[in-house]
């Protein structure tokens, strides 16, 4: 390919540059993938696409070069959709609720695969709860058999991206060189190694980010629930209810609208984001001594229905009312 041509064109910022065609932006990433472009150029090219903002069709050719490549795994037997958590920003703030609702799901007997990193530069990651909740037995997969193994006997799994695909892996690591985001922090929310037969929880904090990602995966034909996440994890706002979104073949249904009244009480938290502190609180709402605040009851109603556990949504919302798994959902 040459390089050159595509960083002059994609090079001249938000009002000069041009648009890559969607097979121009899977050829070009794919060899981005490959490690096939030099040092220098993808280092250009990345900057580019920071400062120009990647169209739809790029980010679908993106997202399809990631997806050939992608590291697949086979869909535990049964009905029941995985339901695919991808976990990439931990909690700064408050706590990260992602491996509750992956614990709750797998109470269901609905599969889980988490993937996301092990370093959270100083942020408190998904990897760190589960290994804290766990005291080892939940510790990340090391290899794709592994992944395997973990799914098909326990139903649930934490499978970093190095093992699913070293070339995105690559890709987010080039933030530690570059001082900048790059496209591959998006795709990484976008993966469903089950080849589309997975449910995705997909996420985004910023509304024009999260037009992106329902138009790619509606596009591409991808199982998702859509919602804003919570510090960019894609569980629901404890506090308040975002708009949860269900996409299917091509179309969004809206599941819930966002909550926006002001709150009559808080629910009980965490009252710090640290492993530990997230660890005692999430035990405590497993053995139904705290109860599961109404958005996280809500989300996962939602992910109830859309993974085909239960037959219609009005069913799943009263399955998670009335039997809870034992827990109290206010």
């Known amino acids: 390919m040459n390089y050159t041509h595509i960083i002059r064109e994609i090079g001249r910022g938000s009002a000069g540059a041009r648009d890559m065609s969607r097979e121009e932006a899977q050829l070009l990433y794919g060899a981005m993938l490959d490690g096939g472009v030099p040092d220098l150029e993808l280092g250009a090219i990345a900057i580019a696409l920071r400062m120009k903002g990647e169209s739809n069709e790029e980010m679908v050719g993106f997202l399809s070069a990631a997806r050939e490549r992608l590291h697949s795994l086979r869909r535990p037997q049964g009905r029941i959709r995985p339901v695919v958590i991808p976990s990439y920003n931990g909690a700064r703030k408050s706590a990260n609720l992602t491996p509750l609702l992956a614990l709750l799901l797998q109470r269901f007997g609905v599969p889980v695969l988490v993937h996301g990193l092990i370093e959270g530069y100083g942020r408190v990651t998904s990897a760190q709860i589960f290994r804290e909740f766990s005291l ?31 070339g995105l892996n690559d890709q987010l690591a080039l933030r530690a060189r570059l ?25 985004a904090t910023h509304p024009d980010y999260i037009d992106t990602m ?8 991808t199982r998702a629930l859509l919602l804003r996440g919570t510090e960019g994890e894609p569980f629901a706002n404890p506090k308040r209810r975002p708009r949860i979104e269900h996409l299917r ?30 660890v005692d609180w999430m035990r405590r709402v497993l053995a139904g001594e705290y109860p599961l605040p109404q958005p996280l009851a809500n989300q ?15 069913q799943a919302k009263a399955i998670v009312a009335v039997e809870g798994n034992g827990m109290t959902l206010v």
């Open 300 to 314: 996962l109603a939602c992910c109830l229905y859309a993974s085909g556990y239960a037959d219609d949504f009005n």
């Open 179 to 203: 001082g900048l985001r790059n496209s591959a922090h998006s795709l990484v929310k976008m993966l469903d190694p089950f080849k589309g037969e997975g449910l995705m929880l997909a996420a």
């Open 136 to 166: 080892g037995s939940l510790l990340p997969c090391t290899s794709h058999a592994q992944a395997q193994q973990a799914m098909d006997e326990h139903g649930l799994a934490y499978v970093p991206l190095s093992v699913l695909s070293p």
């Open 249 to 278: 073949d091509g179309v969004a249904d809206v599941l819930f609208e966002a909550e926006h009244d002001s709150l009559k009480t808080l629910p009980h938290l965490p009252e710090t984001c640290d492993a530990k502190a997230t």
């Open 214 to 221: 329902r138009d790619v995966l509606c596009a591409v034909g």
